[in-house]
């Protein structure tokens, strides 16, 4: 017998597209929030001097991969061994992990997450044009107005900044933003993301021989690092490789700039830092910015 209703199945379609929307839209939310989890992490260790880079790098790499490692075994998902050709993906996720560290020795926080965030744009914007988006008219404005507010969030802190803590924190950026690409491909966000963080250690290794005589960790700089591997790491990886999958590359690149916004409401929060008006404006251009780039579709 024929349907009686021919536009059941569009309906039943279009209930399902926006059941993987506002799922999409879930994970990416909570994925931001790991990220900037991550941040007030790493900057109560490394801005108190409660762990050196080389420390709590591994420390974060170590904590990450052992907590994805009982996740998989819990969930008997298995875990393959890394190809050589996919080795770009662990390794670019040491090399924002250790870059970060060591950038933030000589950076303050405000040039910091300036130079990394603009560089993980550049990074990713210039992978989707040459990948075929196309951005709307809308989309580069948002862009613009969410990097404009970027600038107004963190200008009141920029000095000279040392060349080489830019060279390092453009680095991270650019690793960060090579990782993300790749992730977006991931069949299995779980796995992938187990096995990067498995390799990830191993090529923290050589960088752990080299400043072993130099690495100093406290008891709270330890509890630090493995938080932040453990949760804002691992775990955030894991819901952003899930996400990824339905972003485009500039929507992906769009979303991130919202985390500056999230860490400074988060410092206030939790450690005690001043509401300032400029946080205000910093946050409606970045978060209408990134609204305008990711409510519209990019041509092709």
């Not at 990220?35 to 080389?54: E, H, K, W, Y």
């Not at 491909?185 to 090529?203: C, E, I, M, R, S």
Request: aromatic share 8%; net charge positive; proline share 5%.
């Amino acid at each position: 017998m024929p349907d009686r209703n021919p536009n059941l199945g569009g309906h039943a379609g279009t209930h399902a597209g926006g059941k993987q929307v506002a799922r999409t839209a879930a994970l990416t939310g909570a994925a931001l929030v790991a990220f900037a989890s991550n941040s007030i992490l790493c900057r109560m260790a490394l801005g108190t001097g409660q762990a050196d880079p080389v420390a709590f790098t591994a420390l974060r790499l170590a904590s990450g991969a052992s907590s994805l490692w009982l996740i998989t075994t819990m969930r008997r998902v298995q875990v393959h061994g890394r190809p050589q050709s996919a080795w770009m993906s662990p390794l670019m996720l040491f090399s924002y992990a250790a870059c970060f560290s060591f950038a933030y020795v000589d950076l303050s926080a405000g040039t910091g997450a300036l130079v990394l965030f603009g560089s993980v744009q550049a990074t990713m914007l210039l992978a989707a044009l040459v990948a075929g988006e196309r951005p709307h008219a809308r989309q580069w404005l948002g862009l613009f107005s969410a990097l404009a507010g970027l600038v107004v969030l963190v200008f009141p802190g920029l000095r000279a900044p040392s060349p080489l803590g830019s060279v390092l924190m453009a680095g991270a950026g650019a690793s960060w933003g090579v990782y993300t690409l790749r992730g977006r491909g991931a069949a299995n966000p779980l796995a992938d993301t187990a096995a990067n963080f498995l390799w990830a250690v191993a090529f923290a290794v050589p960088l752990v021989l080299v400043g072993f005589g130099s690495m100093h960790v406290s008891p709270r700089g330890a509890m630090l690092a493995i938080l932040s591997g453990a949760l804002a790491s691992g775990l955030g990886y894991v819901i952003w490789y899930a996400a990824l999958r339905h972003l485009t590359a500039t929507r992906a690149a769009s979303v991130q700039l919202a985390v500056p916004v999230l860490t400074a409401a988060a410092g206030v929060l939790l450690l005690g830092e001043q509401i300032a008006p400029r946080l205000l404006l910093a946050a409606v251009l970045i978060l209408g910015g990134v609204g305008l780039a990711v409510g519209t579709r990019a041509r092709r």
